[in-house]
Each structure stands twice: as structure tokens, then as C-alpha cells.
């Protein structure tokens, strides 16, 4: 399972248990990854953190930890990618269908999408992982790249 | 003959979330027996597009008064509250 995540997964954009004070600084923490190792422009980290306030991602998910999935448009990236962070403390994201309400989200999953349709395996699985309490349970728990790509695995 | 009914799918850009929204729409309502013909847009496209389908199934705020049924709901994404979703697709559409 997963196994378009995982070959999309940017080992260097994983950052585990970390902090941020808000959700653009986390997009940045992860945007940055992602441009240091060549898979977007520098327009990526802005334009992620615009589409964020303009379109949030947050999504409310059973289980326990709540999840965000920024992107932005396809112009921003080179390569696609993904990028992962669990947050030590929970950060406010806004409701993707209802803005005025927030989420505190755990997991985010930053998405440099190249095109839609070429992606669109990726995109089910995140739904996939998204649906799957045991598999968000398991990546806030991981505490490297090894435990991600497991906790990936289960289904 | 009534054709299979049109659901509009938005989203915030037409990427990412549509698409996996559209699938999961079609695979969900083919299990019940319905066939549907999906196409995405991004909020800002729907009211132009509003007029051509039968329902607008969407991820993100549209704007109101489009003269066709609209659905707001995560579920086809996150899974809460998927049965339910349907459930009242599917009542929309047989209206």
C-alpha cells in the first residue's frame, strides 16, 4: 500500500515531532525542504502559504490527530514531490469546506504537484492514509524514516 | 432516455482534491446501482458552469443561489461521514 507515496516522498522532506508557530511556518519549514532539494521553485513557499489563507486544507479526521494538505498551483514546481511533517503541538489550520472553523491539525502533507491526472495515485492514497486512524496513529509516532515508511505500509 | 446524471465537482484549484473526489464519487455511487458523469472545476468556475448539471458536489465555498442543489462535504476525502454523503446524493439526484 502507499507505494506512490512512498516513491514520492522526499526523505529529506520528512520532519518528525517538530514545532511551528503557525501554519505558514510550517508550510515554509517543509516548502524550503522541498526547493533545497530541487523539486520546486522559490515561488513554491509563498505561493503555498498564499493558496493556504486564500483555499485551507485542514481536515477534520476520526481518530484523534487531524491532517492539512497545502498545494499550489502547478506553475511552482519542477519535479513532483512530497513533503511530511507530524507537529509535536497541534497547530490551527481552517476547515477546507468551512473556512470560518479550525482545525488543529498534526499531520500535514505539503503536495508539489506537476500535474493533476500524472498524480492522481498519490492523491488516493493520501485520502487512503487519511482514512486510516491506524496509519496517522503510526506516523505520529515514527521518529524516522524508516518508522514513516512503515507506518505507510499498514492497511 | 434520461442520460446518466452530471455532478459538478469543485475544489479550490481543480487539482488535487477534485480529482480524487470525482473517483471516489463514481466508484461510490456505481456500488449503488447509479451512473453519474463527473466533471471538475474550481470554485471560482462553478456558477458558470452550474447550469449544464444536476448537482454540484464540493470541497470548498461556492457561491449561493446557482439554481441547482449544492453538497458540501470532506467525506470523499477524509471518509467521516461518507454513508451519509451519499445518501443524500443520492436523494438529490432523484429529485
Known sequence: MSKAILRLLEPQGILLNVEAKDSSEIIRQLGRKLYESGY??????????????????????????????????????????????????PIPFRNMAFPSETVEVSLVFLLALEQPKAQIEMLQEIAGVLQAPIVVSALMKATNYKEVTEALKKD | MVGPKRI????????????????????????????????????????????????????????????????????????????????????????
Open chain 2, 8 to 95: 459538478l465537482v469543485a475544489c479550490g484549484t481543480a487539482i488535487a482534491t477534485s480529482t480524487v473526489v470525482a473517483k471516489a464519487l463514481e466508484e461510490a455511487l456505481k456500488e449503488h446501482g447509479i451512473d453519474i458523469t463527473t466533471r471538475q472545476c474550481k470554485a471560482s468556475e462553478v456558477r458558470s458552469l452550474a447550469g449544464d448539471v444536476d448537482l454540484i458536489v464540493t470541497t470548498t465555498p461556492v457561491p449561493d443561489n446557482l439554481g441547482v442543489p449544492v453538497i458540501h462535504t470532506l467525506a470523499f476525502l477524509t471518509g467521516i461521514g461518507k454513508e451519509d454523503a451519499i445518501e443524500q446524493i443520492i436523494a438529490e439526484l432523484k429529485n
Open chain 1, 40 to 89: 520546486v521553485k522559490e515561488s513554491f513557499i509563498d505561493a503555498a502559504i498564499n493558496r493556504e489563507n486564500r483555499l485551507p486544507t485542514g481536515l477534520p479526521l476520526s481518530g484523534g490527530f487531524n491532517a492539512a494538505i497545502p498545494h499550489t498551483d502547478i506553475e511552482h514546481v519542477k519535479k513532483p514531490a512530497l513533503a511530511l511533517a507530524t507537529l509535536k503541538t
